[in-house]
């Protein structure tokens, strides 16, 4: 296919790959939990993905680039903070009581905007990457597989200790289940607000 | 005690990753089981406090100004008729699909009486051609009060539109179309990236006998009665999540 060849060339770079900005930026922006540094770890994805270029055959573009991103993420994690790649989640502390699980449906629904970005960011980075692929993302296991290299069987069960150490995050910041409580509009908070999610 | 399809059937289903036929079996277990039905809306719960915590950070301009500026120059975008190919091919394969769906359902041996399968035919018709540029909505707005007003005087009922974007399926608009042989009112909602297209007419000219779930060359079809209304939602979202969709609608 003489076309395709073509449009594996330089040229196309832009096209193909540009397009999928947002979510490399979200991935990498929950990877390092830092807006700044999710930058500069995108602009080097950008660069090594251009030279890679000539090796991508066409298929998911977005899996492809999402890849790449990732990996430059873990080096730039392991370089600058590699305490956040051997965190361990304690689950003998973090784990609900019988009691606590059964207020849980009612718990997560007034959980506002900002405990629920604080709680997904301070997952371990195993557990919040496949949360993020798999819910903002809205990958399938498949696809999340291929994409951290790891068998189905462990992305399902990093989705469901992710899931459950979500929730027993969200369960300590507010032991007690308040009703009424107005849920903040998506959007309503301020860029700073983002800041306080963050790790020092 | 736990349910032993607690730990592997639930989160599957959960995650749209099982068949139609192995989510229907799932359902039917839901039923019977108030420990899985438990937890799944635990799930979707979670699931709705995330979607609505907008948690997506998209790429500030300044960033891809960078990197356009980064790239060397021959990477600059080059007088390829990328956008209008890719329309192209796009539209060929809505035909495809078209033609599959049509030869599809003719080709199935008797799921359900001819009249189902026109209904469901048309309705996938509709959704495919829906999704081309230009033709998801005739208003569009998240505005229930915008949207609803709108079919007035338009259809000889009034649909009821509410917004589920609290619970992560925004409305984004409404439009005309036609099924079974009459105007229906069609409501366009977003899941992430895929759409979803609620079909509404009144219940007293829906066919007899329409199943509950069917699935079409990929798209996922649910059928329901409600008010004296009758719904068909349409997307290529998978069963669990259209059905606790559907769900809203119908509180």
Redesign the interface.
Known sequence: MEEKR??VQ??????VV?PH??A???LA??LVRN?HD??DV??EA??RA?KFFGGYEGGDARAWVLKIVRNTSYTFLEKNRPADLSEEFDEKVHTGTAEQ?GA??AL??T???RM??EA?NELPVNFREVLVL???E?M??KEIAEMIGKPIGTV?SG??RG?TQ??DRLLQMRPEVRSNVP?DL??D?PNKEEQRGLRK | MACENN??LL??YF???LDVVRSIEFEEHLKTCPQCA?DL???Q????????????????ES??S???A???A?????P?P?PRRRTFEWLAVAAATLIAVVLGAKMLPNIGSEKQNLIAEEIVASHIRSLQPGHLYDVESTDQHTVKPWFDGKLDFAPPVINL??QGFPLIGGRLDYVGHRNVAALVYQR???FINVFVWPEDSKPAEMPQVQAIQGYNLVFWSHNGMYFCAASDLNLAELRQFTQLLER
């Open positions: 073509g449009s330089a040229g196309a770079f832009e096209q540009l900005l947002d490399a930026y979200n922006r929950w807006t999710a930058e995108v602009q950008y660069l251009f699980l849980e449906a997560v629904q959980a506002d905007t629920v970005r997904l798999r819910e903002l809205g399938s296991y399902m989705l469901a899931r979500l929730r849920r998506p959007g908070l | 730990e592997r989160p599957a995650d749209g990753e438990e809306s635990d799930l719960a979670m699931r709705s406090s995330v979607q609505s915590a907008n948690l997506y950070k998209r790429a500030p960033l891809r960078r990197i356009r980064a790239l060397p021959e990477a600059r975008p080059q390829i990328m974007a609290d992430q990236k895929h």
